[in-house]
């Protein structure tokens, strides 16, 4: 069973090969061949969960040694890959949720010449997260975290031939690679205290390593989730990712790659587990992102960037509840997965009314959709519903164990972080129900472009629609699924281990208080977006809004502080370089030049002047040998 | 007595650069082809050498040895190790490419009379450039080395200051005046280093008595050579000053950005991706062999200067205007990495140290190549001259792209490996040096993808717009770089085999160990 | 005789010679005196022989002979083929050689 672990990274790594290889004669059929080599990925997939639903929970996980990658002096590093259930949650995920996205893409991308170069990317990146989650040492885990970045990149800048789409993809490659900096320094630190990387000997002896140590590598390893995972402070990128085709944003920076940062630290659980201190800046960090992503996320009117400070809001909640340790980890994971259902779904029905409005993705100028999108509506409506948390839905389940683990974190601390995330579902509940209210209720608001274009919304065909309609099958179900008999919470514990939470409140309390607040923000939005008309070039707005769209002014300050201040630098360097380090250089030969020319007048010509140096010379000789003598 | 493979890797590109300049002015093709087939010739003997080593045996395998000049104990001995084998391969793959990337560049202008043998001169200076690399990684004579160190100065000036870009902003006479002040630089530099270098190789001589590694070995292994502490610092630093300025490490690298800039885009690889391994594999080679202690008394200075620069390198490479001055900046970048390596003195970052000389040859080969194509089509070298290429090339934009992510170090590719390799070394002895020499891949990612963003996306330039896709010589080229990075990035194994050995050697040479990890996780 | 003398006068024509050689423009007078001061020389070393009583010296002043001889050769040659060039035998005329 093991050996088809390679074979789940096999069959896209050859997708990507063929078909960004394999020059234009697989224009026609390149998209049907990634599209399968997914599916047969997500085949290879269940075909594992069923072996694994076979075996005893502590047996069930798989490794496999494929080579030693880099056999240096005291450094192993190996390709071998590790399948538990933990991974094995995530394969399905990608899996999944990447095969139904690259038959979406089908429908997609139908008009775009560079179809099978997308496609190839699309099978990239499935490797390449696969990778991620399958590597047996951090090393490996390295290699598919910059294999997404790669990927992310490529996808993101994929109409390269818009600036802003180039740029956003820099962009993202290089906050991300801040991020990987915390990688690398936390495995050169696991490195020098363990004398290794792989998984297993790391995580059991974290105990015997000073605190000091494991705070370290536990704070790295959070740098490099926030990076991969766009938490505060390094979230700016994932904002701006939105230039990338819809798909993209749905599979790459919704569903799969951007939780990479909850694995990772779910993944190192023991050594958060060990480290007070770092468990508590994780859960800082995920409180405030929360938040911060929530008020971006109300005050966006581009449909995809709304939906991407959603996107940012929910890693936050997982990644709080990844900080709370293992009364946490298991309802991370849960609502990550409950999450790439239901965001995936929103992207891909913010793709289809895309699709239908000429790509267009102002929300003021969207309104009334629902007559002209059914299936869009339904889809998206029970998306919305799952997201903020609808009781019954998927994210009604995942999302309340959250809100219970932050207040059995206890002490004030545990009010705190029981306070900040019901106001995040507060606002999760106003900003999402602001999107649907914008978009397929109201007038419509839509005008001719400046060709005299008029957009006419329609249905997106089947290849769209389907996923879609999968997707949000998995948004109703799958948290009620999960919780049902506890089954995902046993299906974890194995791996990353659980307590039972007790709240200071009881279970039913925290419940009604859920829905009290989802209650509230939906009626807010209600009242000022479902009451009036809604304007189709924005207000002013308050200070807060105002600096909630420019996403609370954190690009400005990077702007200022690291871009500015870089380019003053690099252009000072390049001056200094010339001028100093150069001029030392030429300085000295230009005093050599100016000495010889000045020397060069000696040479004049004249026999009888090289001879009164010569007889000169010699008598000087002559002279200092008999006075040498004499002394 | 057996084949000497050795001279004979040496001679073969010797002899071909005396054909390729015989050949007449008009059969200029031929020469072309005499020279490739030369190097290629030289490829298949080093790869006969590369399969003859033994990684477990002697420390210095295929020896050769005969008097030279005797009243001075020179004697012409070869023998290479791990390493050196190692570079000798890298060098004799790589000519044949440079030489191939280069078919078109010295063809003679139709201005120039028809006895006028430009092409002829080039290819036959790139195979003479070959021959002496080559034998400098094999020789295990001091004084061998220092003639080859120095030789390898004349072609390379005339490469640089004969045949320079065509591709010039100024014009043919600002660009001949460019290109001598380059050709000129970069002699001088080389030369006062040399300089140094060679009353430091007496000073060893009057030491030691002569100019035999093994036999210098020997006797400090036996306790016989007497030398003061102060003697062999001085020596180390006149040893080190020529290598450093041949590596090139910060502030002696400002020669390197000119003599890349001017030279065509073949030459300037084979400046920084051959030439210059001379001087890191004789830091490993001479420095730390002939004079452990000096070197690890240098260490903290060596490891300031190498971090800065990295930082400095990369900073600067992000200020460039001109295509290629970037990418010699981001050379100065790795050549610290390459010299923070080897003076971590730890197995891994040694091991690094050797795989980024090699795996830094072959990504720069194919950024730079890459590169020489795309300013050969548009005739500037200027990035505000391109944009939107990936619209109209977009093989051409791929391979860049591809080299650019070799360049990064992009896990997957082959400079990933060494280039952690040379972090965790240096960080398992100097944390906060490692840290911030971490800092160095977030600017390379920078460097490399403004670089990628400014001339290959965005909207079509007008000037790019009618530019071809790479033809066949040149995916030649390119192809097998990348599929080389491709494969030495997931499987370094063959390589770390027959380094590993060589690099225990150099340990055990210093005298040191690896630091023993704190806590000793369970197996 | 005491030899020392001879060592006088040796050093009496070399300085003739080098005053002749500084002093005087035309080459052919030049060339003389520095025939003369060749042959101070081979007087000097002459006298050395006789005074160390070993035949070093002499052997030295046949060759210095020999050398001088095949030195006329070269220098007058050049010395004539200057004159037709420029018509004159002056030194200072063929200055040509500076930078």
């Not at chain 1, 088809?4 to 096999?10: D, F, G, R, S």
């Not at chain 1, 038959?103 to 390449?128: C, K, Q, T, V």
């Not at chain 2, 200075?301 to 001055?325: C, E, H, T």
């Amino acid at each position: 069973m093991e050996n088809l672990i390679a074979l789940l990274i096999a069959a896209p790594l050859l997708g990507a090969g063929l078909l960004l290889c394999g020059g234009r004669r697989l224009d026609r059929v390149g998209h049907l061949l990634g599209t399968v080599l997914a599916a047969a990925s997500f085949v290879i997939g269940v075909v594992l969960f069923a072996d694994m639903l076979g075996k005893g929970g502590e047996e069930r996980a798989l490794h496999q040694h494929l080579f030693s990658w880099v056999p240096v002096e005291g450094f192993q590093a190996d390709i071998a890959f590790q399948l538990d259930q933990l991974s094995m949650t995530f394969v399905l995920l990608i899996t999944g949720v990447g095969t139904l996205i690259h038959i979406y893409s089908i429908g997609y991308m139908e008009h775009d010449e560079r179809r099978r170069r997308f496609f190839g990317y699309l099978n990239l990146f499935l490797a390449a997260m696969l990778l991620l989650v399958l590597a047996d040492n951090y090393l490996l885990l390295y290699f598919g975290w910059e294999g997404v970045g790669l990927a992310s990149y490529l996808l993101i800048g994929f109409w390269q031939h818009k600036p802003s789409a180039a740029t956003a993809a820099k962009k993202a490659f290089l906050v991300n690679r801040v991020g990987d900096m915390g990688l690398s320094i936390a495995i050169m630190l696991m490195f020098t205290t363990f004398g290794t990387f792989a998984f297993g000997p790391v995580l059991e002896s974290t105990g015997e390593a000073s605190d000091g140590t494991i705070t370290g590598i536990g704070l790295m390893l959070l740098l490099a989730a926030c990076g991969k995972s766009a938490q505060v402070p390094l979230q700016s990128w994932l904002g701006d990712a939105m230039e990338g085709p819809t798909p993209v944003s749905a599979l790459i920076h919704a569903a799969t790659m951007v939780t990479a940062g909850v694995y990772l630290i779910t993944r190192s659980g023991a050594i958060f587990n060990a480290s007070p201190d770092a468990q508590l800046v994780v859960v800082v960090v995920g409180a405030v992102t929360l938040l911060f992503g929530a008020i971006v996320g109300c005050a966006k009117d581009d449909i995809k960037k709304a939906l991407a400070g959603s996107t940012m809001s929910q890693i936050g909640y997982m990644i709080l509840a990844a900080g709370l340790g293992p009364i946490g980890y298991v309802f991370a994971i849960m609502h990550l997965v409950t999450h790439g259902f239901f965001k995936a779904g929103l992207f891909l029905g913010a793709g289809s009314v895309m699709h239908g409005m000429n790509d267009e993705v102002d929300m003021r100028k969207y309104g009334g959709l629902r007559k002209y999108m059914p299936v869009t509506f339904v889809t998206f409506g029970l998306g919305y519903l799952a997201i903020i948390g609808f009781p019954g839905l998927s994210g009604f389940w995942s999302k309340d164990k959250i809100i219970e683990a932050a207040f059995a974190k206890g002490g004030t601390e545990g009010w705190i972080l029981g306070a900040v995330t019901l106001l995040g579902a507060a606002l999760t509940a106003y900003y999402m129900t602001r999107v649907m209210l914008m978009t397929f209720f109201g007038e419509k608001r839509w005008q001719p472009d400046a060709e005299g274009n008029e957009p006419h919304p329609h249905e997106s065909p089947k290849s769209m629609t389907i996923p879609m309609i999968v997707l949000a099958f998995g948004s109703v179900f799958a948290g009620g699924l999960f919780s049902l008999n506890e089954s995902f919470v046993k299906w974890l514990e194995p791996v990353t281990a659980f307590e039972h939470g007790h709240p200071p409140i009881s279970a039913g309390a925290v419940t009604a208080s859920t829905v009290v607040v989802l209650l509230i923000g939906v009626g807010a939005a209600y009242l000022q977006y479902g009451r009036k008309p809604v304007p189709v070039i924005a207000p002013r707005g308050s200070l807060l809004t105002r600096a909630a769209r420019r996403d609370l002014l954190q690009d400005d300050f990077n702007h200022v502080v690291l871009v500015r201040g870089g380019e003053h630098l690099t252009r000072s360097l390049v001056y200094v370089d010339h001028t100093l380090v150069d001029g030392v250089v030429n300085g000295t030969a230009a005093s050599f030049g100016g000495l010889s020319g000045r020397l060069r007048k000696l040479q004049n010509g004249y026999a009888r002047s090289y001879a009164v140096s010569m007889f000169g010379g010699t008598a000087v000789l002559i002279a200092a040998t008999l006075l040498m003598r004499a002394v | 007595m057996s084949f000497p493979l050795l001279t004979a890797t040496a001679a073969v590109p010797a002899i071909g650069a005396i054909v390729t300049a015989a050949v007449p002015a008009a059969r200029r093709t031929g020469a072309k082809w005499i020279a490739l087939a030369f190097s290629l010739a030289t490829l298949v003997l080093a790869a006969i050498a590369l399969v003859r080593f033994e990684p477990g045996g002697d420390r210095y395998q295929l020896t050769e040895s005969h008097a030279w000049i005797s009243d001075f104990g020179v004697r012409y001995e070869l023998g290479v190790d791990g390493i050196g084998v190692a570079l000798m391969a890298l060098t004799a793959l790589l000519i044949p490419f440079i030489i191939l990337a280069g078919w078109h560049d010295a063809d003679p202008l139709e201005t120039k009379s028809s006895r006028w043998r430009p092409t002829q001169g080039f290819f036959a200076l790139i195979l003479m450039v070959e021959a002496m690399v080559i034998l400098s990684f094999e020789a295990t004579d001091v004084f061998l080395f220092y003639i080859l160190f120095e030789a390898m100065l004349i072609p390379v000036y005339f490469l640089i200051g004969g045949f320079g870009d065509r591709a010039h902003a100024g014009g043919d006479e600002a660009g001949a005046t460019q290109r001598s002040y380059a050709a000129v630089k970069f002699l001088l530099y080389n030369l006062a280093g040399g300089l140094i270098m060679l009353a430091a190789v007496i000073g060893l001589f009057v030491q030691a008595g002569t100019f035999s590694l093994a036999e210098i070995a020997e006797a400090r292994a036996n306790g016989t050579l007497d030398m003061s502490t102060g003697m062999e610092r001085w020596l180390f630093l006149g040893f080190f000053f020529a290598f450093a300025v041949k590596a090139p490490l910060w502030p002696v690298h400002t020669w390197l950005p000119n003599a890349m800039g001017e030279a065509t885009a073949p030459v300037a690889v084979l400046i920084t991706a051959v030439v210059d391994k001379v001087g890191t594999f004789a830091m490993l080679r001479f420095c730390l062999q002939l004079f452990p202690e000096a070197s690890k008394w240098a260490t903290p200075v060596v490891l300031v200067l190498a971090l800065i620069s990295i930082v400095y390198g990369a900073l600067l490479a992000v200020g460039q205007r001109d295509i290629k001055r970037l990418i010699a900046y981001a050379s100065i970048s790795h050549f610290g990495f390459i010299i923070m390596g080897i003076f971590a003195m730890t197995s891994q970052g040694q091991s690094g140290a050797t795989l980024y000389m090699i795996n830094h040859g072959i990504s720069t080969a194919a950024l730079l190549l890459v590169a020489g194509f795309l300013i050969s089509r548009r005739g500037s070298r200027l990035i505000s001259d391109y944009g939107g290429v990936q619209k109209v090339a977009p093989v051409l934009a791929g391979t860049f792209l591809i080299g650019g992510l070799a360049t990064l170090s992009l896990p997957g590719l082959a400079p990933f490996v060494s280039e952690f390799l040379v972090l965790v070394g240096t960080f398992s002895v100097y944390p906060v040096i490692g840290i911030i020499a971490t800092v160095g891949i977030v600017l390379a990612a920078l460097y490399v993808l403004v670089l990628y963003q400014r001339t290959m996306t965005g909207p079509v330039n007008e000037s790019v717009r009618s530019m071809p896709d790479l033809k066949l010589r040149e995916l030649a080229v390119v192809t097998p770089l990348i599929a080389l990075l491709l494969f030495l990035g997931v499987y370094p194994k063959p390589l770390t085999d027959i380094v590993n050995p060589a690099v225990e050697h150099t340990m055990s040479d210093v005298q040191k160990t690896d630091p023993k990890p704190e806590v000793e996780a369970a197996p | 005789m005491n030899p020392v003398n001879y060592l006088y006068l040796a050093a009496l024509l070399f300085t003739i010679g080098a005053a002749g050689v500084l002093i005087r423009r035309n080459a052919i007078v030049v060339f003389m005196c520095v025939e003369l001061m060749l042959n101070a020389c081979n007087l000097a070393f002459v006298a050395f022989s006789r005074m160390h009583g070993n035949l070093d010296g002499q052997i030295i002043a046949f060759f210095t002979m020999v050398v001088a001889a095949a030195e006329v050769v070269v220098g007058l040659a050049i010395i004539v083929s200057l004159f037709r060039s420029r018509h004159s035998a002056s030194v200072d005329d063929a200055s040509l050689m500076k930078l």
